[in-house]
């Protein structure tokens, strides 16, 4: 029995009818009264407070950060469907400094907690119950908190200062139409259909494409090159002068409550293997008859099939694939569909890339996704539901507690992208589909993880030199560098990619954020070489990571599954499969 699922808008009907609609004032208002409850505890909050009035004012609280998440979702949901909506863009711009006089009027709470003495805190995180990681995570920032004031005066200037910035960027960035001349057709294309192009199967026009991306960034490139030194000179006036981090990632590892040595050691491990990629681009150099790829050619497919899958074969793929492993991870995938939260259209305006926004325990999350067909976009697709899944699996948790911590944040989705690729293997009858898939395997494993690595490598260097006076020009250059030691001499590197940097949103949205890619794909690896080895004894394990959700610190979870982080050969061990990988595709002869 075939079922056809459609290509459609998501519906955000389940949050609010529109931006004008008597819901949302209503909200609007609720949230208001609910605001005024947590303020009225205020003055209960000294060292006498009982275990279970503790659990009474964060339940309240909850209720709170859940009506709020909803009008805040609604605001991004609506400018990420249409970013040139007049109407969207001023209510994003609303709801972001609702969310800062929220927090502003009620961070009096975590400021208190804060500064309780450690034997205080203990005795009351004792009865926090499913609260409790939410409490330990805040008292991590106890030694880079500042007064209530200045908090307060950093989060009203940071909406209109480095949140405007990176609100600005977003709102270049998304305006830029690309055109591409594609067999005596000029085109007029979003990024997102443009990056299609660079894995097409034509030399020329993946080259094509990626002079098109640079043309278009590089005409802006002082300008967002500005941005992004405002960013940086920001982040580190915040982070490190005023709340004493040692460095500009230190911050975000400690978001993360991940230690600094172990993202160390994992940045290290990738530099320290970069040669297995210069081998497989060598491979790949061999299969597309040529004596060296160029950086152009990094996703080029190695066969002329442009294999295609309509909309509704790849969800049936999909689904297929995550009920193999696991019946709940297909249902749950399910929801999502069947409830109209999957927003999977082609348009223009529409924000690139793809991501899943979880509102709330209560709220099936929400997916975009821009579908065109090409079995990188099914990859996508079930990556996105692989976060669906990670979402709804801890939907029994509190609002607070419920969003797996960044370096977990990719667990579920990137397994279900390999759930796929293993079901393709062993179903599609092509001989070269085979290949195919170990190409693409590895193409991803360069893009999730080496990439996001040397991005992370750039940024540490970047945030450095802009503190010396570094300029625009010198930023580029020292990204030029980064590319070298990345690729070595196992490609040919042109000069258009000096400018990549100020292409790359993750580093003006959320520095520092990409190294959890490569920190989640290459746990991945592992914890699916021990699929392949345990079976269901593992399932039962990794769904024990997946319930876990941000209900602890994510050493600790992954400790429980027994996955040692702070092991090097944890993450050689990442690297030994990929290596696995390329030795199968190297057996495969070559036709003449
Ligand atoms: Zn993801």
Redesign the pocket.
């Known amino acids: 029995m075939t079922e056809e699922y459609v290509q459609e808008k998501w519906s955000l009907d389940d949050l609010f009818p529109d931006i004008d609609s008597p819901e949302l004032q209503e909200a609007s208002k609720h949230l208001e009264e609910k605001v005024k409850v947590i303020e009225d505890v205020r003055p209960k909050l000294t060292e006498e407070l009982t275990q279970e009035e503790l659990l009474e004012i964060l339940a309240k609280y909850e209720e709170l950060i859940r009506l709020l998440r909803r009008i805040v979702s609604y605001g991004h949901l609506r400018f990420a469907e249409d970013t040139q909506d007049q109407a969207a863009q001023t209510y994003l711009g609303q709801v972001q400094q609702l969310t800062a006089e929220v927090d502003n009027r009620t961070m009096f709470f975590s400021l208190w907690w804060k500064a309780l003495e450690d034997d205080v805190a203990e005795d009351l995180l004792a009865g926090a119950g499913d609260y409790a990681y939410w409490l330990e995570a805040l008292r991590l920032q106890k030694p880079y908190t500042l007064t209530e004031p200045e908090e307060k005066v950093i989060n009203l200037k940071d909406v209109n200062g480095s949140q405007a910035m990176v609100n600005l960027y977003t709102a270049i960035t998304n305006r830029y139409a690309f055109t591409l001349e594609d067999n005596g057709e000029v085109k007029e294309l979003t990024r997102g259909e443009l990056s299609v192009y660079y894995r097409s199967p034509d030399p020329d026009l993946r080259k094509a494409a990626y002079q098109e991306l640079y043309r278009v960034y590089g005409k802006d490139t002082p300008i967002l090159g500005q941005i992004y030194q405002y960013r940086a000179r920001d982040w580190r006036s915040e982070l490190v002068d005023l709340r004493g981090f040692a460095s500009p990632i230190a911050a975000r590892n400690l978001s993360n409550n991940v230690p600094d040595e172990v993202v160390d050691a994992l940045i290290n491990a990738c530099k320290e293997n970069s040669s297995i990629f210069h081998r497989f681009y060598r491979l790949k150099a061999r299969w597309l008859g040529v004596d060296r790829i160029r950086r152009y050619d990094i996703y080029a497919p190695v066969t002329e099939t442009d294999k295609s899958y309509p909309f509704s074969e790849a969800i049936e793929m999909i689904l297929e694939s995550f009920n193999q492993f696991d019946e709940q991870f297909a249902d749950l995938s399910m929801k999502v569909l069947s409830e109209h939260h999957l927003d999977s259209e082609v348009r223009k305006g529409k924000r690139s890339g793809a991501f899943c926004a979880t509102v709330g325990p209560d709220l099936t999350p929400w997916v975009l996704t821009s579908y065109q067909g090409k079995p990188d976009n099914v990859a996508t697709l079930a990556?996105?539901l692989g976060?669906a899944v990670h979402s709804l699996v801890a939907n029994h948790h509190t609002a607070l507690t419920q969003d797996a911590s960044l370096p977990l944040?990719?667990t579920a989705?990137t397994f279900g992208e390999m759930l796929l690729v293993d079901h393709l293997l062993a179903t599609d009858p092509d001989p070269g589909v085979q290949r195919d898939l170990l190409f693409k395997q590895m193409d991803d494993a360069y893009a999730t993880v080496m990439r996001q690595a040397y991005f992370a490598d750039f940024e540490r260097t970047a945030h450095d030199m802009i503190k010396s006076g570094a300029a625009v020009d010198d930023l580029s250059q020292a990204y030029v560098e980064n590319l070298e030691d990345q690729f070595g001499d196992s490609l040919d590197l042109s000069d258009d990619f000096r400018i990549e940097w100020v292409a790359i949103p993750h580093i003006y949205h959320t520095p520092f954020y990409v190294y959890a890619y490569a920190f989640g794909q290459l746990l991945v690896y592992s914890l699916y070489r021990q699929y392949m080895e345990d079976g269901k004894r593992f399932k039962s394990r990794y769904m024990e990571i997946l319930s876990a959700g941000g209900s602890d610190a994510p050493v600790r979870i992954l400790d429980k599954a027994g996955v040692d982080v702070r092991s090097p050969e944890f993450w050689q061990g990442g690297f030994d499969f990929l290596e696995g990988q390329i030795e199968k595709l190297e057996e495969i002869e070559i036709p003449a």
Do not use: F, G, K, V
Request: glycine share 0%.
């Open positions: 990556h996105e976060h944040a990719e989705s």
